[in-house]
């Protein structure tokens, strides 16, 4: 997919270190600024972890990659 110019960075899963997405750090056409600072992340790589007796983790909502 092309749609201008942009800098990206791989977003990987701490845990297996899949790529999961990517963040847009950079786009150098000024309609394609809105970008900046966004990610994308394919769910079809995701799983949601859960802490024990279905509570999220550490308070917080935690996505892994799978392979």
Known sequence: MTTGRHVVRDITCRQCDTVVGWKYDKAYEAQ???KENKFILE????VQ???SFGEVANGELMFLGHS
């Open 32 to 34: 394609e600024q809105y």
């Open 43 to 46: 769910q079809e790589l995701l």
């Open 49 to 51: 972890v859960r802490g």
